[in-house]
């Protein structure tokens, strides 16, 4: 199915979605998938803020290994609009757009509960937030047990089901103990091993926000993710599994150097008395108090640096704008630049994600690994929904109606 007929497909299917259920799965459906060996184990392991660019710029040995032995998207994987984490982890989760999935940023406001999702809140574990279906609920559905440790979605208890094994996030467990969790679950007897294990690390993008995506402490944060996944591939190894075990390693999206001298002030265009920002930069998401959103477009209109529209003509390329969730006025800031208060406390890290999922700043890593997949070939790059589909062949379990595609590893699978 080609790119505008899946895009017509999913248009279609968002239309029948009421307001109250904004955050059903809407569009084409998914292929089926091939016959895979009844007891495949699939790792899925997740690195926050790995932008494509740091694999050619850092020594990280395990990750080049697995580039080397399996799969590469070599001009990295396409994130979703907006390029922040958690519409990004529950994009691929999921195989939907954030505007399908519900989950628009990573803080937005609801109208139909009249409340206000907060990633980093205790709301954020309720489940009628999260629309779709991850593929932990597909597979525990279709009889495959899931083992999660912290990725997105997984703690709240969507469409009533929990995995086998289940982490809610938590910064202080360190690396290592993560890995020996996953590697503990695969020791597990067979009627409570998982098949599925997805896993996740909030480097690089800590360091790159504070001090930029060049910056040692980032190069320094890289190396702890490939020293974690050396842990992963020794306990493979030391089970004989290494060669029997897909491993699939993604991130959401990249990181972007930010200054003080690439800056806008949204107070010099806009009255902050008269709008309800719910998010700033760099990508804007603003809506009139008074209700004229037609006059505040015209202002923001003149903000440099500043693509802004209105919810309905977002790019179509975008897939965003349809959501009742969304504000109605939508922008993006330039590649490194970022919207501020003139009044308000001004951003003071290095780096900064959430820009056009065209720049190639925000191009995100996609490897894999093992017998399903071809050794030492590119795949080229393909939008990060795909990644639902691409598991669920994996595990041999059908997927659920997404956005997604699995054409695109047809030359990359075995």
């Not at 060996?37 to 926050?48: E, L």
């Not at 083992?147 to 208890?157: E, L």
């Not at 191009?363 to 590119?378: C, E, M, T």
């Amino acid at each position: 199915m080609n790119f505008a007929m899946r895009l017509r497909r999913a248009a279609l299917g968002f239309l029948t979605i009421t307001v109250a259920a904004c955050t059903s799965a809407a569009p084409a459906p998914a292929p089926s998938p091939s016959p895979r060996a009844p007891s495949r184990t699939v790792i899925v392991i997740g690195v926050d803020g790995f932008a494509r660019r740091y694999l050619d710029a850092d020594s990280a040995p395990t990750l080049h290994a697995i580039a080397r032995e399996g799969v590469s998207a070599s001009h990295g994987m396409i994130p979703s609009f907006p390029t922040v984490t958690f519409p990004n982890w529950y994009a691929m989760a999921t195989g939907l757009y954030p505007d399908h999935s519900g989950i628009v940023n990573n803080r937005f406001y609801d109208p139909a509960y009249a409340d206000e999702f907060i990633y980093k809140n205790a709301i954020a574990h309720e489940a009628h937030w999260w629309g779709g279906e991850p593929i932990w609920v597909t597979a525990t559905k279709q009889g495959t047990l899931v083992g999660m440790m912290f990725w997105v979605g997984s703690d709240a208890p969507i469409m009533g089901v929990r995995p086998a094994h289940w982490h809610s996030y938590d910064h202080a467990i360190p690396f290592s103990a993560r890995i020996d969790t996953l590697l503990s679950w695969i020791d597990l007897p067979p009627g409570k091993r998982p098949r599925l294990l997805m896993g996740y690390f909030e480097e690089p993008d800590t360091q790159g926000h504070i001090h930029g995506p060049d910056a040692p402490e980032t190069r320094a944060a890289v190396l702890r993710v490939d020293s974690a996944l050396a842990q992963l591939t020794a306990g493979l190894r030391a089970r004989t599994l290494y060669d029997s075990v897909d491993i699939v390693i993604v991130s959401d999206h990249g990181m972007a150097a930010i200054s003080p001298e690439r800056r806008v002030y949204l107070d010099d265009y806009v009255d902050s008395a008269n709008v309800n920002v719910v998010n700033m930069s760099p990508n804007l998401m603003i809506g009139a108090r008074d209700g004229n959103d037609d006059a505040l477009l015209a202002r923001l209109a003149k903000m440099p640096h500043l693509k802004v529209w209105k919810k309905a003509d977002v790019p179509a390329r975008l897939h965003y704008g349809a959501n009742p969730r969304i504000p109605p006025i939508v922008g993006i800031i330039d590649d490194g630049w970022m919207i501020e208060w003139r009044h308000g406390k001004p951003y003071d890290g290095g780096g900064e994600h959430g820009y056009d999922n065209a720049d190639s700043d925000m191009r995100a890593l996609f490897l894999a690994r093992g017998p399903d997949f071809k050794p030492g070939v590119s795949i080229d790059p393909f939008p990060n929904v795909d990644v639902y589909d691409l598991i669920a062949r994996l595990l041999g379990i059908t997927p659920a109606t997404n956005d997604g595609a699995l054409a695109p590893f047809a030359p990359v699978l075995r």
